[in-house]
């Protein structure tokens, strides 16, 4: 099956810095990944939709500015937190979608656990 | 607008048990639906997929049917086993995933 990876898989930081997770698809290529973040007991919110060579398309109340996607290939994504405060603090998660001929299948990431202190 | 609920929320049963998942969405227009297992502090991992013109899909001991019509999707869990304890997520696919807020199951040894 279709391989996902972030990094890092957790992360401690200082209020007021910025911290980049990383999202690779390792066996296929993505034109499309996505970005989530999931707070304790609840389900993931989509972020913003990353495309390989254009801007990401971010959800309404998502600040593009502090969630900084960069897709800079077919195989990476990156999501930069920054200047971050503790309410940022969350579980990150990402998604590579691959598909073909009208079906598409979305594939995750294992999870960034974000701690702003 | 699409949304998708989860029911039952919380689900405690012995081990051993057949049980039944249940998940609904309001917009019979999706390309497929997925179910998902998510563990506690973890990420997700697909369980199965079913496309918009399925019916319904098997793995081992789990089995989900969708029928679009009505906006309905079971996932049976065969002979339940204390590792099948997780959260148990469902998410309709139209352009972008939209997710249910789970079913959280314990399996009692």
């Known amino acids: 099956g279709a391989v996902v990876s972030q990094h890092p898989s957790w992360v401690i930081c200082k209020s007021g810095t910025s911290v980049k997770i990383e999202c690779r698809s390792l066996d296929f290529q993505a034109t499309t990944m996505f970005w989530y973040r999931q707070f304790p007991k609840q389900s993931l919110m989509l972020m913003a939709t990353s495309n390989e060579g254009s801007k990401a398309t971010y959800e309404q109340g998502v600040e593009k500015d502090k969630f900084l996607i960069n897709h800079a290939s077919l195989t990476l994504s990156t999501l930069t937190v920054t200047s971050a405060h503790p309410e940022d603090s969350s579980f990150y998660i990402c998604s590579a979608q691959w598909g073909q001929g009208g079906s598409y299948e979305q594939y995750f990431g294992p999870g960034t656990r974000l701690t702003v202190t | 607008k699409q949304e998708v609920t989860q029911i039952p929320a919380a689900l405690s049963v012995p081990e051993g048990e057949n049980l039944v998942l249940n998940c609904s969405f309001t917009d019979s227009a999706i390309y497929n639906l997925q179910w998902f297992r998510q563990d506690p502090g973890k990420g997700l991992t697909s369980l199965l997929l079913?496309?918009?013109s399925q019916r319904e899909q098997t793995s081992g001991r789990l089995n989900a049917s969708l029928d679009k019509s009505s906006g309905r999707s079971t996932l049976y869990i065969a002979a339940s086993q204390p590792g099948d304890s997780a959260t148990y997520l469902c998410?309709?696919?139209?352009?972008?995933?939209?997710w249910g807020l789970g079913t959280s199951l314990a399996v009692n040894p």
């Open positions: 079913i496309q918009s």
């Open positions: 998410a309709v696919y139209n352009r972008k995933l939209i």
